[in-house]
């Protein structure tokens, strides 16, 4: 899960994969032993610009299926056969990569080994159920552009992960809770306007005593 390499190292091996399409089963056998770090940061890449439905659904039930095995303390990502014979083509990932690619190698440089305990499983663990919070916020993310905070969130968290950065998961965290906060507050909006619209609030009625009625 901490491996040598950097994650823009692996992402642009992905990138130059030969062949016109890339199977989820092929990005997996490039990730190996990164397969889990990896895996939540291409799940959070997709919500970090304005995305119509399907997309922040789909990432988040996969990131919610990933971080039920990282708080369950699996060592490497299980995905159902017909998930992994999914594909898409080649050039969309590369396209979405090298879009990244400057954004990753600035995050790069300014990142480095800090807070190790994050790196024992007991906090992995608690990192795993901070990430399924998150999955379910993009499932109830408001529409376009409520997934961002949480898109750009688990991105730093895949990428603290990946870089051994402490400071970089922590930040993420932060940012998720904002986002959480953000949208599931929007959530409540709604539900309180639809539920005035249906029930009302009964202020419109007038209270009338049942001596004054008509007889």
Known sequence: MFPEARIS??????????????????IVAVLRDRAFAILIV?????????????????????LLLVAVQ????????????????????????????????????RLELL???????????LALRLIGFLLLSLALGLLVAAPVIGQIPIGVAVCLVGLGLV????????????????GLAANFGFAYA?????EHLVWGDGASLPNVHPDAMPR
Do not use: Y
């Open 9 to 26: 190292a692996v992402l642009s091996s992905l990138a130059g994969h030969a062949g016109d399409r890339l199977t989820v089963a092929d």
């Open 42 to 62: 291409l799940l959070g890449l997709p919500n970090c610009l304005p995305m119509p439905p399907p997309i922040p659904l789909v990432c988040g039930l996969l």
């Open 70 to 105: 990282i708080a369950a303390g699996q060592e490497s990502p299980w995905l159902p056969q017909r998930l992994l014979r999914q594909s898409v083509p080649q050039e969309a990932v590369t396209r979405a990569v090298l879009r990244a690619m400057p954004v990753l190698k």
């Open 111 to 121: 990142s480095r080994p800090r807070f190790a305990f994050l790196e024992t499983p």
């Open 163 to 178: 870089e051994r950065d402490g400071v970089v998961v922590l930040v993420g965290i932060v940012l998720g809770a904002v």
């Open 190 to 194: 709604i539900f309180s306007l639809v």
